[in-house]
């Protein structure tokens, strides 16, 4: 039958096409359904990728501006051309969503074009087709959590999707939520011109992070220009003859203050997406933040029915959601397959970058388990010197007693690609001593998580 399947995929974000990908490399029949008139999801579309090429694209408008000429290259000041530098974005969407076509097609994949809907046990509705399937796999992510008595018009009220594509840059710009979003487009902004201001609800930035790397990061986001107004909310955005005038409030209760701004772009996290879907027809439990609950086996509530990515627990971020997909796709296909929830490395695309992996300090404290920590500056690294990229360190906590590694912390440039390193040895149950003994290229900036291991129960040869 041409509308049985061994296995239905709704949704074709980076959960649910890899899944679809692995599953099919193992010998299944699979479909994808995806509403969307792309592939890859919110991360390909409207997320990691776009913001990726305005980051970098912002980055090297700066860099021309601020530091070629002490490189003696002399160029006269970067004009911006921002209808390109969008151009630009949206043919790295286009590059990367053909591409996930592309593999589709190669594995034999039937990409369904519509809204799917569960309609009982094996059985997906899209449009006026019945798909069956020995097994459903629900992969449909997350949308935009919106700020209560706050309209997005996505024009001069945005969530991430408009400020991927502000039509000129914003006078001023106020970020609601000093999350992960809020700092990578708040940099591009600021990168082009605009004046930033975040509003974190929250006395820190970047929840969750180490708190030495956070204090590190505020300061230079600082001087980069950012103005942070913390512990306190947004109540309220109206829209005036020009601009917008924006209240706000200490968030433990005091005197309310307005400010102006251009635009505000709203980035107080995602929420899972599941409208529609159908998920009562089956008895799919979710939690009270309304995540499909699954067990260890990503299984749901209902038989044959199983979920990964944005749409379940855990963080939001597109390698969670890769990994998942494929495990899950080795299990349906008889092999193994697991997800190491405590090795998932998180990356911030600033500039520098801050990227970790595994426990911070204050979750190690809280846990009660001791730790040693070796920390080592890039101002004592020969490449960083070479290429005045001081800015930043490398930090390995490891267990006082066995001296396993359980978590590295790094603000620096490149932080997102050195991280790697890290998350290899944490998979391995690397000890501090194991990467300390460990041959790294010179001159590198990966020679810093040496000498942050040399540095955690001995000392390092450059400081
Ligand atoms: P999604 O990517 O959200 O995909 C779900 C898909 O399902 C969507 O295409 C949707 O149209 C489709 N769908 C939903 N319901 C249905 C239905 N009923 N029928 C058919 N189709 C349906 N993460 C990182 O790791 N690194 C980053 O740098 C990063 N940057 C980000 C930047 C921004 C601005 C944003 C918003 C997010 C970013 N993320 C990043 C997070 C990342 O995008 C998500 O974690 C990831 O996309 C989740 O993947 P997913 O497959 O679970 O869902
Ligand atoms: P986030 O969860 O990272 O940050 C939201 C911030 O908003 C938090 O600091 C929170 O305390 C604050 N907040 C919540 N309510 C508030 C309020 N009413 N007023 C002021 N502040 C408030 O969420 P964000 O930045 O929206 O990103 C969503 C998801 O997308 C994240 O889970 C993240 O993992 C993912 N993402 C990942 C990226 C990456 O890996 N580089 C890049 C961008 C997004």
Redesign the pocket.
């Known amino acids: 039958m041409a509308d049985a399947f061994d296995l239905v995929v709704i949704g074709a974000g980076p959960g649910g096409y890899e899944c679809a990908i692995k599953a099919a490399q193992l010998g299944l029949k699979v479909a994808c359904v995806e509403k969307r008139d792309r592939l890859g999801g919110t991360c390909l579309n409207v997320?990691?990728i776009p913001?990726k090429a305005l980051l970098h694209a912002s980055e090297l408008f700066h860099e021309a501006g601020a530091n070629f000429a002490d490189m003696g290259i002399e160029v006269s000041k970067p004009k911006l051309n921002l209808k390109q530098m969008l151009a630009f974005k949206d043919e790295a969407i286009d590059g990367n969503t053909k591409g996930i076509e592309f593999l589709f097609k190669k594995n034999k994949i039937e990409w369904v074009k519509g809204e799917g809907q569960i309609e009982g046990p094996g059985k997906v509705k899209v449009g006026d087709r019945t798909l069956e399937a020995k097994n459903i796999v629900i992969a449909t992510g997350s949308d935009v959590?919106k700020?209560p008595g706050v309209d997005i018009d996505e024009k001069t009220v945005v969530s991430?999707t408009g400020a991927l594509e502000l039509g000129k840059v914003p006078g001023k710009l106020l970020v609601?939520?000093?999350?992960?979003?809020?700092l990578?487009l708040g940099s591009v902004w600021g990168r082009l011109g605009a004046e930033v201001t975040v509003?974190?609800?929250?006395d820190n930035?970047?929840?969750g992070m180490d708190g030495e790397v956070v204090k590190n990061f505020t300061r230079t986001l600082k001087k980069q220009g950012f103005s942070f107004k913390l512990g306190?909310?947004?109540t309220k955005v109206e829209k005036q003859k020009s601009g917008l005038k924006v209240t706000v409030e200490p968030a433990k209760g005091g005197d309310a203050e307005e400010l102006e701004a251009d635009i505000v772009l709203v980035?107080?996290?995602?929420a899972p997406y599941t409208e529609g879907l159908g998920l009562d027809k089956v008895g799919i439990a979710t939690d009270k933040r309304g995540r499909i609950e699954v067990d260890a086996s990503l299984k749901t509530s209902a038989d044959g029915i199983y979920a990964i990515g944005d749409v379940i627990a855990g963080?939001?971020?597109a390698h969670k959601a890769m990994e998942e997909g494929v495990a899950l796709a080795e299990r349906l296909a008889g092999h193994y397959g697991a997800v190491n929830y405590d090795v998932i490395p998180?990356?911030?695309?600033t500039s520098p970058e801050v990227a970790s992996v595994g426990k911070t300090e204050e979750q190690l404290k809280e846990a009660g388990i001791e730790y040693n920590s070796g920390k080592f500056p890039f101002t004592a690294n020969g490449r960083a010197k070479a290429n005045k990229t001081t800015e930043g360190f490398v930090k390995i906590l490891a267990d006082k007693k066995t001296d396993r590694v359980l978590g590295v912390h790094i603000i620096g440039v490149n932080a997102g690609e050195m991280i790697a390193e890290a998350a290899i040895a944490m998979e391995l149950s690397a000890s501090s001593e194991d990467i300390a003994r460990m041959c790294f290229a010179h001159p590198t900036m990966s020679e810093a998580v040496k000498e942050a291991a040399l540095a955690v129960t001995g000392a390092p040869i450059h400081m």
């Open positions: 997320g990691c913001s959590a700020l991430s609601v939520g000093g999350g992960v979003i809020g990578e509003v974190e609800f929250l930035i970047l929840p306190t909310k947004v980035s107080i996290g995602r963080p939001m971020l998180g990356v911030v695309y």
